[in-house]
C-alpha cells in the first residue's frame, strides 16, 4: 500500500525558513514525477514545485528563487526547502507523486507565516 506523508508545517515568522518532507513508502519514488501542491482556505489547490520525469524542476512565479524542491531516493523522501516566506503562503501543503495512471496524495501539512 502506497502512503505519503508530509512533515515540518509549522507557525513560522514572515522572512523566516521551513523545510517540508514527504516520506513514502510503497513506491520507487525515483521512477515518479513528483510535486508540492498548496490550497489556503477559500482558495483552489494550486502547484507550488514540481519535478517531471527527465528531471527538471518547474515552479510557480510567485514561489521561484525562494522554494526549492528536491528528492533523496535513498530516503524514498521529498522535500521543499521554503525561504523568505511571505504571509500569504500560508496554506496546507500537499505532496502528490505520479506515474502514467498511478498517482499518490499526502494528507497535508499546515504552513502558517505571521508575526
Known amino acids: 500500500q502506497v502512503h505519503l506523508v508530509e512533515s515540518g508545517g509549522t507557525l513560522v515568522q514572515p522572512g523566516g525558513s521551513l523545510r517540508l518532507s514527504c516520506a513514502a513508502s510503497?513506491?520507487?519514488?525515483?521512477?515518479?514525477?513528483v510535486a508540492w501542491f498548496r490550497q489556503a482556505p477559500g482558495q483552489r489547490r494550486e502547484l507550488v514545485a514540481q519535478i517531471v520525469s527527465d528531471g527538471r524542476t518547474n515552479y510557480a512565479d510567485s514561489v521561484r528563487g525562494r522554494f526549492t524542491i528536491s528528492t533523496d531516493n535513498a530516503k524514498k523522501t521529498l522535500y521543499l526547502q521554503m525561504n523568505s516566506l511571505k504571509p500569504e503562503d500560508s496554506a496546507v501543503y500537499y505532496c502528490?507523486?505520479?506515474?502514467?495512471?498511478?498517482?499518490?496524495w499526502g494528507q497535508g501539512t499546515q504552513v502558517t507565516v505571521s508575526s
Open positions: 510503497g513506491i520507487t519514488l525515483e521512477n515518479y514525477a
Open positions: 502528490y507523486a505520479h506515474w502514467a495512471l498511478d498517482q499518490y
